[in-house]
Structures are given as C-alpha cells and as structure tokens.
Antibody, heavy 121, light 109 residues
Framework: EVQLVESGGGLVQPGRSLRLSCAAS????????MHWVRQAPGKGLEWVSG????????GYADSVKGRFTISRDNAKNSLYLQMNSLRAEDTALYYC??????????????WGQGTLVTVSS | EIVLTQSPGTLSLSPGERATLSCRAS???????LAWYQQKPGQAPRLLIY???SRATGIPDRFSGSGSGTDFTLTISRLEPEDFAVYYC??????????FGQGTKLEIK
C-alpha cells in the first residue's frame, strides 16, 4: 500500500524558513517523480514544485520560484521542501504527491494527507 | 500557461441523477494530458481519470471522462451519496507542467 506522510508544518513568522518532509513507503521511491501541491484554506489546488526520479529535472510554480527548493533522498525514501522568505500567502495545507511516472510531467496517482503551514506574525 | 476553467461552480443534484462537469482550457491540452480528481471535506484529493478518459485503479465505472483539445467533460452516470464532493481538473505535460481548474462543488439537492 502506497503511503505518503508529510511532516514539518507549523506556525512561522513572515520572512522565516520552514522545511517540510514527506516519508514514502509501499512503492519503489526512486522509480517515480514526486511533487508538492498546496491548498490555501477554503481554496483550490495549486501545484508548487516537482522533481524527477533522479533529481535531474525540477520545476517550480512562479509563485515560489527563488524562495522554495525541492529535493529528495532516494536512500531514505524521502521528499523535502525547503521554504524560505515565507509570506502570508504561503499559508496552506501542503500535500506530497506521487507522480505516475519517472518524470514530473505526469499526473498524481497518490497523495498524502498534508501538513499545515501557517505564516503569521 | 494553460488556464483551466471549470463549470458550473456548484452543481446541485439528487442521488441517482447524472452529473456532467466541464473543464475548458485556454489552449489545446497536448495529447489529452487531462486528469480529474475528487476531494471530499478533510481528505486529500483522489485520482479519478487520467489521459482524459482512462479510469484510475479502483474507480467505479459510473465515472467517465471525455474530450480533447480544449474541452473536457467528467460524467458521473448515476450519483451515489458518496460522490458529493469537489472535483478538480488538471492539465499536465506542458510548461509549466501542472495547472488545476478552480473546482466544481457537487452538492446534494
């Protein structure tokens, strides 16, 4: 059974940093691209970032480019999102999602339950 | 960037009825790289349809997807109580690779 468990969320002041983690199990992690998708309270889904199976291809939404960094550790079956210079508009539930293939261009076939990030003074 | 517009914003129907949800793209979606997701309150999204018309594993056959180019449709042939949720379309494969529609809320009439 595929499981994706996010952690690292919390309350943080504007301008500060936070690092999210996603622990994956139930599939061969290094065969698949992975993503972060966020959902602001009461709003829709927004793709944040994706990373290919070998970290060779990485993409970011314009809204986070230059502030967020996605990475993965295939030896630890883990995905990360380093979030710097956080803004109030980054407040959201952050989901870890598995790509259906090795490239990050594909749809998401499994999602975690999310970790909540609140940016407020 | 491809913008996806879903309609209607809210759809009020009764169990047993047929639901038709629309997703229109601002430009052609390559290779029908269009997916649909279902999200219930307090839950993560679940993949229903990929490639515009292929059902994901374990999805009942009352869910079907169709369309190509800029116009896509999700049809639920006969609504069950558990189908009332928010539905999102997503395009993938272009650059930037992932955009979502704003969602359609399917509510019980």
């Amino acid at each position: 059974e595929v499981q994706l468990v996010e952690s690292g969320g919390g309350l943080v002041q504007p301008g500060r940093s936070l690092r999210l983690s996603c622990a994956a199990s139930g599939f061969t992690f290094d065969d698949y691209a992975m993503h972060w998708v966020r959902q602001a309270p009461g709003k829709g889904l927004e793709w944040v970032s994706g990373i290919s199976w070998n970290s060779g291809s990485i993409g970011y939404a314009d809204s986070v480019k230059g502030r967020f960094t996605i990475s993965r550790d295939n030896a630890k079956n883990s995905l990360y999102l380093q979030m710097n210079s956080l803004r109030a508009e980054d407040t959201a539930l952050y989901y870890c999602a598995k790509s259906a293939s090795y490239g990050y261009e594909y749809y998401f076939d499994y999602w975690g339950q999310g970790t909540l990030v609140t940016v407020s003074s | 960037e491809i913008v996806l517009t879903q309609s209607p914003g809210t759809l009020s129907l009764s169990p047993g009825e047929r639901a038709t949800l629309s997703c229109r793209a601002s430009q052609s979606v390559s290779s029908s790289y269009l997916a649909w997701y279902q999200q219930k309150p307090g839950q993560a999204p679940r993949l229903l349809i990929y490639g515009a018309s292929s059902r994901a594993t374990g999805i009942p056959d009352r869910f079907s997807g169709s369309g190509s180019g800029t116009d896509f449709t999700l049809t639920i042939s006969r609504l069950e109580p558990e189908d009332f949720a928010v539905y999102y379309c997503q395009q993938y494969g272009s650059s930037p690779p992932h955009t979502f529609g704003q969602g359609t809320k399917l509510e019980i009439k």
